[in-house]
Protein backbone atom coordinates (compact mmCIF):
# COMPACT_ATOMS: atom_id res chain seq x y z
CA UNK A 1 0.00 0.00 0.00
CA UNK A 2 1.06 3.37 -1.21
CA UNK A 3 0.87 6.31 1.37
CA UNK A 4 -0.23 9.40 -0.98
CA UNK A 5 0.79 12.95 1.12
CA UNK A 6 -1.99 15.49 -0.06
CA UNK A 7 -1.01 19.25 1.07
CA UNK A 8 -3.83 22.30 0.71
CA UNK A 9 -1.73 25.86 0.61
CA UNK A 10 -2.94 28.88 1.90
CA UNK A 11 -0.67 32.11 0.26
CA UNK A 12 -1.12 35.61 1.65
CA UNK A 13 -1.13 38.74 -0.47
CA UNK A 14 -0.74 41.33 2.44
CA UNK A 15 -0.97 44.20 -0.06
CA UNK A 16 -4.22 46.24 -0.18
CA UNK A 17 -5.03 49.47 -1.77
CA UNK A 18 -6.89 50.87 0.82
CA UNK A 19 -7.23 49.66 4.24
CA UNK A 20 -10.47 49.13 5.70
CA UNK A 21 -11.20 50.05 9.20
CA UNK A 22 -12.66 47.09 10.40
CA UNK A 23 -10.53 44.62 9.71
CA UNK A 24 -8.03 43.01 11.55
CA UNK A 25 -5.78 40.94 9.19
CA UNK A 26 -2.14 41.39 8.82
CA UNK A 27 -1.81 44.19 5.39
CA UNK A 28 -0.05 47.19 4.20
CA UNK A 29 -0.52 49.59 1.63
CA UNK A 30 -0.05 48.72 -1.43
CA UNK A 31 3.22 49.89 -3.10
CA UNK A 32 4.74 48.62 -6.10
CA UNK A 33 8.45 48.87 -4.80
CA UNK A 34 7.48 45.60 -2.31
CA UNK A 35 5.69 43.57 -4.38
CA UNK A 36 8.86 42.12 -6.17
CA UNK A 37 10.73 41.42 -2.94
CA UNK A 38 7.96 39.80 -2.00
CA UNK A 39 6.73 37.47 -4.24
CA UNK A 40 10.92 36.84 -4.66
CA UNK A 41 10.54 35.68 -1.24
CA UNK A 42 7.88 33.78 -1.25
CA UNK A 43 9.19 31.78 -4.06
CA UNK A 44 12.28 30.80 -1.93
CA UNK A 45 10.28 29.71 0.63
CA UNK A 46 8.54 27.57 -1.21
CA UNK A 47 11.42 25.98 -2.48
CA UNK A 48 13.37 25.80 0.65
CA UNK A 49 10.22 24.17 2.60
CA UNK A 50 8.25 22.70 -0.23
CA UNK A 51 8.46 18.68 -0.28
CA UNK A 52 6.80 17.90 -3.87
CA UNK A 53 3.38 16.51 -1.84
CA UNK A 54 0.37 16.77 -3.66
CA UNK A 55 -1.40 19.66 -3.66
CA UNK A 56 -5.12 19.37 -3.76
CA UNK A 57 -6.45 22.96 -2.66
CA UNK A 58 -4.62 26.63 -3.03
CA UNK A 59 -6.66 29.58 -1.53
CA UNK A 60 -4.54 33.34 -2.48
CA UNK A 61 -5.78 35.52 0.01
CA UNK A 62 -5.03 39.10 2.13
CA UNK A 63 -4.75 41.55 2.22
CA UNK A 64 -6.51 41.84 -1.23
CA UNK A 65 -4.56 39.84 -3.82
CA UNK A 66 -6.96 41.44 -6.88
CA UNK A 67 -5.35 44.41 -6.18
CA UNK A 68 -2.19 43.22 -7.66
CA UNK A 69 -1.20 44.61 -11.05
CA UNK A 70 -1.35 42.32 -14.67
CA UNK A 71 2.62 41.17 -14.70
CA UNK A 72 2.43 40.96 -10.78
CA UNK A 73 0.23 38.43 -11.14
CA UNK A 74 1.08 36.43 -13.85
CA UNK A 75 4.66 36.13 -11.43
CA UNK A 76 2.50 35.05 -8.46
CA UNK A 77 0.71 32.55 -10.71
CA UNK A 78 4.11 31.23 -12.38
CA UNK A 79 5.53 30.60 -8.31
CA UNK A 80 2.49 28.42 -8.59
CA UNK A 81 3.76 25.90 -11.00
CA UNK A 82 6.35 24.86 -8.53
CA UNK A 83 3.51 22.80 -6.76
CA UNK A 84 2.52 19.52 -7.91
CA UNK A 85 -0.86 20.32 -8.39
CA UNK A 86 -3.93 17.57 -7.89
CA UNK A 87 -6.08 17.07 -10.99
CA UNK A 88 -9.04 18.08 -9.52
CA UNK A 89 -7.95 20.68 -7.78
CA UNK A 90 -9.86 23.48 -5.78
CA UNK A 91 -7.93 26.87 -6.29
CA UNK A 92 -9.33 30.19 -5.02
CA UNK A 93 -8.44 33.64 -5.67
CA UNK A 94 -9.94 36.60 -2.85
CA UNK A 95 -10.74 39.67 -4.90
CA UNK A 96 -12.39 43.00 -3.89
CA UNK A 97 -15.11 44.23 -6.24
CA UNK A 98 -13.56 47.50 -6.86
CA UNK A 99 -9.87 45.64 -8.22
CA UNK A 100 -12.02 43.27 -10.51
CA UNK A 101 -10.88 43.77 -14.20
CA UNK A 102 -11.99 41.73 -16.95
CA UNK A 103 -8.15 41.50 -17.87
CA UNK A 104 -7.39 40.36 -14.71
CA UNK A 105 -10.18 37.41 -14.54
CA UNK A 106 -8.68 36.41 -18.03
CA UNK A 107 -4.99 36.08 -16.06
CA UNK A 108 -6.36 34.10 -13.10
CA UNK A 109 -8.34 31.64 -15.40
CA UNK A 110 -5.77 30.90 -18.07
CA UNK A 111 -3.58 29.84 -14.71
CA UNK A 112 -5.96 27.77 -13.35
CA UNK A 113 -8.17 29.76 -11.05
CA UNK A 114 -11.33 28.04 -10.93
CA UNK A 115 -12.74 29.35 -7.40
CA UNK A 116 -13.15 32.84 -7.15
CA UNK A 117 -13.98 35.07 -3.35
CA UNK A 118 -15.40 38.01 -4.08
CA UNK A 119 -15.70 40.36 -0.97
CA UNK A 120 -19.06 41.88 -1.08
CA UNK A 121 -19.64 42.17 2.37
CA UNK A 122 -23.13 44.32 2.05
CA UNK A 123 -25.29 44.70 -0.89
CA UNK A 124 -26.88 48.06 1.21
CA UNK A 125 -25.11 51.17 0.16
CA UNK A 126 -25.01 52.71 3.97
CA UNK A 127 -23.32 49.59 5.42
CA UNK A 128 -20.91 49.65 2.41
CA UNK A 129 -19.88 53.04 3.46
CA UNK A 130 -19.98 52.27 6.99
CA UNK A 131 -17.51 49.70 6.36
CA UNK A 132 -14.91 52.03 4.46
CA UNK A 133 -15.27 50.06 1.28
CA UNK A 134 -15.53 52.10 -1.95
CA UNK A 135 -17.85 50.04 -4.13
CA UNK A 136 -21.65 49.84 -4.55
CA UNK A 137 -24.49 47.70 -4.62
CA UNK A 138 -24.52 48.62 -8.92
CA UNK A 139 -20.71 47.81 -8.88
CA UNK A 140 -21.07 44.26 -6.97
CA UNK A 141 -23.78 42.91 -9.81
CA UNK A 142 -22.04 44.69 -12.39
CA UNK A 143 -18.62 42.42 -11.43
CA UNK A 144 -20.24 39.27 -10.43
CA UNK A 145 -22.16 39.25 -14.03
CA UNK A 146 -18.29 39.61 -15.23
CA UNK A 147 -16.95 37.09 -12.98
CA UNK A 148 -19.50 34.66 -13.99
CA UNK A 149 -18.12 35.03 -18.24
CA UNK A 150 -15.35 33.64 -16.67
CA UNK A 151 -15.89 31.46 -13.68
CA UNK A 152 -18.93 29.35 -12.16
CA UNK A 153 -17.31 28.71 -9.01
CA UNK A 154 -18.12 31.77 -7.00
CA UNK A 155 -18.11 32.48 -3.27
CA UNK A 156 -19.45 35.87 -1.78
CA UNK A 157 -18.66 37.49 1.83
CA UNK A 158 -20.83 39.10 3.78
CA UNK A 159 -21.19 40.47 6.69
CA UNK A 160 -23.57 40.42 9.38
CA UNK A 161 -23.90 42.59 12.78
CA UNK A 162 -22.74 46.00 11.46
CA UNK A 163 -26.33 46.81 12.02
CA UNK A 164 -29.08 46.96 14.31
CA UNK A 165 -31.70 45.63 11.39
CA UNK A 166 -31.41 41.95 10.79
CA UNK A 167 -33.55 42.48 8.09
CA UNK A 168 -30.68 43.93 5.79
CA UNK A 169 -28.93 40.79 6.35
CA UNK A 170 -31.92 38.95 5.01
CA UNK A 171 -32.33 41.34 2.03
CA UNK A 172 -28.30 40.67 1.23
CA UNK A 173 -28.79 37.01 0.97
CA UNK A 174 -31.72 37.29 -1.53
CA UNK A 175 -30.33 40.58 -3.25
CA UNK A 176 -31.71 40.17 -6.67
CA UNK A 177 -31.57 36.45 -6.40
CA UNK A 178 -28.38 36.12 -7.06
CA UNK A 179 -26.97 32.83 -8.69
CA UNK A 180 -23.38 31.79 -7.09
CA UNK A 181 -21.87 28.69 -5.52
CA UNK A 182 -21.29 29.47 -1.92
CA UNK A 183 -22.03 32.60 0.52
CA UNK A 184 -19.83 33.26 3.45
CA UNK A 185 -20.67 35.35 6.21
CA UNK A 186 -18.70 36.41 8.81
CA UNK A 187 -19.66 39.31 12.30
CA UNK A 188 -18.94 42.92 12.50
CA UNK A 189 -16.45 43.26 15.36
CA UNK A 190 -16.96 47.32 16.72
CA UNK A 191 -13.69 46.87 19.06
CA UNK A 192 -11.79 46.35 15.53
CA UNK A 193 -13.02 49.58 14.06
CA UNK A 194 -10.42 52.25 13.68
CA UNK A 195 -9.91 55.75 12.54
CA UNK A 196 -7.95 55.65 9.39
CA UNK A 197 -6.15 57.92 7.03
CA UNK A 198 -5.29 56.20 4.03
CA UNK A 199 -3.38 58.85 2.27
CA UNK A 200 -1.35 59.67 5.89
CA UNK A 201 -0.32 55.84 5.53
CA UNK A 202 0.07 56.13 1.67
CA UNK A 203 2.77 58.94 2.65
CA UNK A 204 4.64 56.75 5.33
CA UNK A 205 4.70 54.01 3.28
CA UNK A 206 6.67 55.80 0.39
CA UNK A 207 9.26 57.16 3.02
Not at 4 to 11: A, E, K, N
Not at 89 to 94: C, G, H, N, P, R
Not at 177 to 200: E, G, M, V
Amino acid sequence: MFLVMFMSIYIHIPFCSSICTYCDFCKIIYNRKYIDDYLDNLEKEIRLRYKKENVKSIYIGGGTPSCLEDNELIKLFNIVKLFNIDENIEFTMECNVESITEEKLKIMSNHGINRISIGVESFNDDIIKKLGRHHNKKMVFDKINLVKKYFNNINIDLIYAAYSDMDILKRDFSANQIIIASIFTYKFDSSNIITINNKLIENMVDL
